[in-house]
């Protein structure tokens, strides 16, 4: 299992850095958009659209990103009131339920949301960037979301004796 941890703190790392880097892309472009409309008294609309493709990103991996590290937002009140034996089951049943989302959703509605803009050659309107590539996001988040669930189901089979809300 310690191959399984390596790789899964390797893929949590390489996400933590794109994050960041697009986070600050997204910083200077804003902070850029400002200064060029206050002080040059000029307005670039690439920085708008640049924008928004920054958030979309930002958005959907740092949710794969917050579900690798399970701290999705969850309302767990009722959760807490089970037992360790029943939390168990509860937790392999959410994690499940997120595997489906993911699969369905994202990676086979991503896929076809790609496909389908790459196929009918859909381009952003200031930067002319095809839509798929901007979209390609989530398919890539979901096999991500995928992979970070099996990865919490094999850990919460294997801690038997253990509080479940710590795994």
Same mark, same amino acid.
């Given at each position: 299992?310690?191959?399984? +941890? ?10 933590? =850095? ?19 409309? !206050? =002080? ?24 794969? !990103? ?12 009722? !959760? ?14 959410? +994690? ?54 099996? !990865? ?16």
């Amino acid at each position: 299992m310690e191959r399984a +941890e390596t790789i899964f703190n390797k893929i949590n790392r390489s996400i933590e =850095v794109l994050l960041v880097i697009i986070f600050a892309l997204l910083v200077l472009d804003v902070l850029w958009q400002v200064f060029s409309r !206050y =002080v040059l008294s000029t307005s670039f609309s690439f920085t708008e659209e640049f924008a928004r493709f920054a958030l979309i990103w930002l958005s959907i991996l740092g949710a794969a !990103y917050l579900n690798a590290k399970r701290e999705h937002l969850s309302m767990d009140f009722l !959760y807490n009131k089970l037992s360790n034996k029943n939390k168990k089951k509860v937790a392999i049943l959410i +994690e499940v339920f997120i595997f489906l989302f993911a699969l369905i959703v994202m990676v086979i509605g991503g896929f076809n949301l790609v496909y389908t803009t790459l196929h009918l050659e859909q381009l952003s309107g200031t930067l002319r960037v095809p839509l798929g590539y901007i979209y390609a996001i989530l398919p890539f988040s979901g096999l991500l979301i995928m992979y970070f669930s099996v !990865y919490h189901i094999s850990n919460i089979v294997k801690h038997n004796n253990q509080n479940i809300t710590n795994i």
